[in-house]
């Protein structure tokens, strides 16, 4: 049996929910045959984050060469990129291998508040990575640390997505579920905006809801489909994930990226 491969630049969540632990179970999902390089190891859970271990960069770009020049990866999705140095060496990685299909998950803050992106790696956020990738999927927050900007109505999303779009990025989705009325995703590509709808689920247990989305994105297009394809399925995915989420800890529980093998 021969799988697409995608490849998560991430960090490790040790409660499961989030990061690489989030991202191959959603690959696997997929039918995708899910690859890692971890880029720091959290000591967490569902109420916080106690202890963040940046892993050296030379290590980093050791694991990325390994997995592209022997298994082959058709996409490739990062998480967190928490230094200025990780982010440039990541971009580097992308350039000279020529991954194409990259999405990129701006990490900035944990679901607890913990800040996973110092304030000094954002311009190179900015200056190396956000321009390599085929899709950018900033929440609210974080478009609007992007920005510079508060963002609260679906409008603000549809001008965010155009502004961030004119500032180089081949494609954005701008997501809408820290909105206080609707969950709508803003998709724009400078050519085609799509809102993407979604129902709002009464529950805190959203944990992960971010790395599965853009997840289920790299693996659509680790199997060939266009960017606004991928974004519709994985839109359609992290709803039943976040639908399915998991009771878990006494904080925020994780979505379900594995709902589909539930048992009965």
């Known amino acids: 049996m021969k799988l697409p491969v995608a490849l998560t630049i991430a960090g490790s969540d040790s409660g499961g929910g989030a990061g690489i632990q989030a991202d191959l179970k959603t690959f696997a999902a997929f039918g995708v045959h899910g690859t890692s ?27 990325i060469d390994a997995v592209v020049s022997d298994i082959g990866v058709q996409a490739a999705k990062t998480g967190m990129l928490s230094s200025a140095a990780i982010i440039q060496a990541v971009s580097a990685a992308i350039q000279d291998h020529g991954i194409k299909n990259l999405v990129v998950d701006p990490v ?3 679901k607890g508040g913990a800040r996973l992106l110092h304030h000094d790696a954002i311009a190179a956020l900015y200056t ?5 990738a085929a899709v950018v999927t900033p929440n609210m927050p974080e478009a609007e640390m992007l920005l510079g900007r508060s963002l609260s109505t679906l409008e603000d ?8 779009v004119a500032l180089g990025l081949r494609a954005v989705v701008v997501k809408g579920g820290h909105a206080d009325t609707d969950a ?29 989305f853009s ?14 394809q991928a974004v519709r399925a994985a839109k359609v995915f992290i709803s039943a994930a976040i639908e399915n989420s998991l009771e878990l800890g006494r904080g925020h529980g994780p979505v379900n990226p594995m709902f589909g093998q539930m048992p009965d």
């Open 184 to 212: 709508t995703d803003v998709y724009w590509d400078g050519r085609e905006m799509v809102e993407l709808q979604g129902r709002r689920f009464d529950t805190k247990n959203t944990h992960g809801s971010g790395c599965a």
């Open 37 to 63: 390089a971890i880029t720091a190891i959290t000591a967490q859970n569902t109420l916080t984050v106690t202890e963040i271990h940046e892993i050296p960069v030379r290590t980093i770009r050791a694991q």
């Open 215 to 228: 997840a289920a994105i790299a693996a659509g297009l680790a199997k060939g489909q266009e960017p606004l």
């Open 157 to 164: 999303r549809r001008q965010a997505a155009r502004d961030l």
């Open 108 to 110: 900035m803050v944990a």
């Open 128 to 132: 190396y990575l956000l321009p390599l």
